[in-house]
């Protein structure tokens, strides 16, 4: 599997291209613009940044350049999931879900759809 870690601003950016299929800099750059407060330009550099590294690609439509996702949320989620599993859980899928079980408070209903979750699991396991 590849790896696509993001960071932060990163993240968000590629939640705005994963809604929006498509948008330019000053797009994403106005969906950000409320909670980051960001300048446009530092929208502009970090596009640069994440084609170079894989996780967008643009096209040119006149002058501007219209960026889009390279990779899905859901192959972000699982490279992200796999690192922070093998960085502070030695690998240990379990113990990254006891962890968030224990630690954290799990309403009923939440619990309910984990325990389908595992026995949906355990019936497909070879």
């Known amino acids: 599997m590849s790896r696509h870690s993001l960071g932060d601003l990163q993240a968000a950016i590629m939640r705005v291209l994963w809604q929006e299929g498509e948008a330019t800099a000053s797009e994403v750059h106005r969906s950000l613009h409320p909670e980051r407060g960001l300048a446009p330009t530092t929208i502009a550099t970090m596009l640069r940044k994440m084609e170079e590294k894989g996780v967008v690609e643009h096209r040119t439509s006149g002058r501007q350049f219209v960026y889009r996702p390279a990779v899905s949320e859901d192959a972000v989620r699982r490279s992200m999931v796999a690192e922070l599993v ?8 379990a113990a990254l879900a006891s962890h968030l079980v224990s630690e954290h408070e ?21």
Request: overall charge positive; glycine content about 4%.
């Open 106 to 126: 799990v309403n009923p209903k939440e619990l309910a759809a984990l325990k389908r979750r595992l026995a949906k699991a355990r019936e497909s396991a070879p």
């Open 86 to 93: 093998e960085r502070l859980f030695a690998g240990d899928p």
